[in-house]
T-cell receptor, first 115, second 112 residues
């Protein structure tokens, strides 16, 4: 099992460009998440999908959109990239959202720089 | 008060030392608690869940004090390979939020 995979690993964008970050999991998990991690800020939830067909905003959703394409795949789109979106983006999945013992498994991350 | 607070460190300790990390959380309705480990430029990985009675996994011991809203992680006989950032994580399941809230992490550096 590959676990959670993300593409691309690195990306440099110019302000105003758009891009989609891809995420896929092969663990048959119901719930998937997108986080960003900035120095001194910790991990912050952007969007999540509790189950296939549903998506909800997290703590910092502005400037992003998501699509839960199917049970395996959850993509994050930046429509018009801004320098403030320079960050490391992690996708994660878990069997269920919430619950006391639901471990989240993380992908390797995408390092995005917006110039 | 921030939702999950940790001492950022860094903690610089020699091999074989015992080191303890503390974490406080603000939501008294929080139901479950975790410690994740994150190596430099890598993704977070679950180190251990924290059960109400406290739990131990080899050299690692986690404790929970609900009355004080306090979680701790004790690492005994530190190894070089323990060098990493340790993230305190709280799941607010049962309240309006069922998502994980991450602390900013405590950096540990174990020296020879």
């Amino acid at each position: 099992n590959a676990g959670v995979t993300q593409t691309p690993k690195f990306q440099v964008l110019k302000t105003g460009q758009s891009m989609t970050l891809q995420c896929a999991q092969d663990m048959n998990h119901n719930s998937m998440y997108w986080y960003r991690q900035d120095p001194g800020m910790g991990l912050r939830l952007i969007y999540y999908s509790a189950s296939e067909g549903t998506t909800d905003k997290g703590e910092v959703p502005n400037g992003y959109n998501v699509s839960r394409l199917n049970k395996r795949e959850f993509s994050l789109r930046l429509e018009s990239a801004a320098p403030s979106q320079t960050s490391v983006y992690f996708c994660a999945s878990s069997e269920e959202r919430g619950g006391p013992y639901n471990e989240q498994f993380f992908g390797p991350g995408t390092r995005l720089t917006v110039l | 008060r921030k939702e999950v607070e940790q001492d950022p460190g860094p903690f610089n300790v020699p091999e074989g030392a015992t080191v303890a990390f503390n974490c406080t959380y603000s939501n008294s309705a929080s139901q479950s608690f975790f410690w994740y480990r994150q190596d430099c430029r890598k993704e977070p990985k679950l180190l251990m869940s924290v059960y109400s009675s406290g739990n131990e996994d080899g050299r690692f011991t986690a404790q929970l004090n609900r009355a004080s809203q306090y979680i701790s992680l004790l690492i005994r006989d530190s190894k070089l390979s323990d060098s990493a950032t340790y993230l305190c994580v709280v799941n607010n399941y049962g309240g309006s939020q069922g998502n994980l809230i991450f602390g900013k992490g405590t950096k540990l550096s174990v020296k020879p």
